[in-house]
């Protein structure tokens, strides 16, 4: 039996709950200052209320001011924020981990130097350590294809635990499998996080297609738009494995759960793609931003604004050639541009041949 501490009361860090109760772990799950209302939610009727289910017997919600007592002696520790909101959680983990804890991420995503030097959030966090205590924490990470819903209500489920010792995921991961939770292992710690940030680039071209079917009036028609998406899909797990290349990973990384798997569920369906919804109608991303998704959380395109920025930079320092990922560049000046949708085809693939 573990202790195990999460900060963060997200629909995922709270479905993560259920293997992990279920395995007879203690789970903690501390609000942010945004959860307060989830936390008395939990502590009041046992639901989280944007997840619509009822929390296991030994899963405990805290206020964001009791986490130092409930991080102290935990045996693991997970960050459950959203990518938004990283560097507060890397001030606050700071203050809370202890030397030989072990850390487990859920938080997808990439920030960039002025010069487009690429990194992992994870890294983020742990820049905000003293150093000392960042070589005694045991950095992980859960990658791969999960809905949060679907995991709490047990539809099976597969994903990968990277990290860096092969002990410490071995642990990790017996503490959350089970007959629905289905958890690999991989050392591939750059490649499998780097797939997990890039993925969500390209959910929201995901959403094009639909949205060019709605505005021509053509969405019920019995020919749509598969052709359009695969070919988009297609680009977009080129470009996948090019940046785990580019991040120090293993290619075959992208053909599995950690690549692949992970861009196919999130270009199923969810808020990136329907922002691309609303692009493929025509509508500039600005006005979808400012009006039509107001104050929604698009990691997908957070994910463009940092990566697709730093491609320019890359570029002109020569690290990547100016041929090199067509389609994060064009949704990059999509959504930072207000470029209208003109997919540029010939680019893809390598260039016409």
């Not at 259920?18 to 307060?36: K, M, Q, Y």
């Not at 710690?189 to 780097?194: H, L, Q, R, W």
């Amino acid at each position: 039996m573990a202790k195990i501490a999460v900060l963060g009361a997200g629909i995922m860090a709270t479905a993560l709950s259920f293997p992990a109760s279920e395995n007879g772990n203690n789970v903690h799950l501390i609000g942010t200052f945004l959860d307060r209302e989830i936390v008395d939610s939990i502590q009041k009727t046992g639901v989280h209320p944007d997840l619509g289910l009822k929390v296991n017997e030994n899963v405990t919600a805290h206020q964001l001011e009791e986490a130092a007592e409930v991080v102290k002696g935990a045996d693991v520790v997970m960050c459950g924020v959203n990518s938004f909101g990283i560097e507060w959680a890397g001030e606050q983990l700071a203050d809370l981990l202890e030397p030989g804890q072990k850390l487990l991420t859920i938080t997808k995503g990439m920030r960039a130097d002025d010069d487009g030097t690429l990194k992992l959030l994870p890294n983020i966090i742990k820049s905000y350590l003293d150093p000392e205590l960042a070589e005694q924490i045991s950095w992980n990470a859960i990658t791969g294809p999960s809905i949060a819903g679907e995991l709490a209500v047990h539809h099976d489920t597969c994903v990968v635990f990277c990290g860096h010792d092969q002990g410490d995921l071995d642990y990790l991961a017996g503490l959350f499998r089970t007959d629905y939770y289905h958890v690999w292992t991989s050392l591939d710690f750059n490649g499998y996080e780097t797939g997990a940030a890039t993925k969500n680039v390209y959910a929201f071209a995901a959403g094009f297609a639909d949205g060019l079917l709605r505005v021509a009036g053509k969405e019920n028609d019995r020919y749509v738009m598969y052709n359009y998406s695969a070919a988009v899909f297609a680009q977009g797990q080129r470009e996948l494995t090019s940046f785990i290349k580019l991040m120090g990973g293993e290619p075959d990384t992208a053909i599995g759960l950690g690549g692949v798997g992970d861009m196919y569920v999130t270009s199923a369906g969810g808020r990136n793609v329907k922002a691309g919804g609303f692009v493929g109608e025509g509508v500039p991303f600005s006005e979808v931003r400012d009006r039509l998704m107001k104050g929604v959380t698009l990691e997908g395109v957070a994910a463009i604004n940092v990566i697709g920025a730093a491609l320019k930079p890359l570029t002109e320092r020569g690290v990547i050639g100016p041929e090199e990922y067509p389609l994060c560049r064009f949704l990059y000046s999509v959504v930072a541009e207000d470029a209208p949708l003109e997919m540029p085809w010939d680019s893809f693939f390598g260039g016409l041949k």
